[in-house]
């Protein structure tokens, strides 16, 4: 599974942008794709992930962001609302061919198995 990561910039304090994520290869034996984001001198952390179970947010971009998927066009998008300066982050698509029974399984980096290359956030403030 190849992942291409787009729609990163830069953007005002309470501002938007929409990330998109274009899969493609075996994308049939993907079982839920994610978002992860790597800020200057941090661990990767969590964003957000789709799947069978649902849709899961973490807490400091629950109500902000939204994360959505279309199998068809095998594409994944992340709405960002009201942009903070800490949101500033490269962003990560990723996708999963693991299969677990808890959607909280999705929450973590070592669940994916394919990563996209990224896209650079800045928000300014």
């Known amino acids: 599974v190849e992942l291409q990561a787009s729609g990163g910039g830069l953007v005002q304090a309470g501002g938007s942008l929409r990330l998109s994520c274009a899969a493609s290869g075996r994308t049939y034996s993907t079982v839920a794709m994610g978002w992860f984001r790597q800020a200057p001198g941090q661990e990767r952390e969590f964003v957000a992930t789709?799947?069978?179970?649902?849709?899961y947010h973490a807490d400091s971009v629950k109500g902000r962001f939204t994360i959505s998927r279309d199998n068809a066009k095998n594409m994944v998008w992340l709405q960002m609302n009201s942009l903070k300066p800490e949101d500033r982050a490269v962003y990560y698509c990723?996708?999963?061919?693991?299969?677990?029974?808890?959607?909280?399984?999705?929450?973590?980096?070592?669940?994916?198995?394919?990563w996209g290359q990224g896209t650079l956030v800045t928000v300014s403030s």
């Open positions: 789709v799947g069978w179970s649902g849709t």
């Open positions: 990723a996708a999963s061919t693991q299969s677990h029974y808890t959607g909280t399984y999705y929450r973590q980096d070592t669940s994916y198995d394919y």
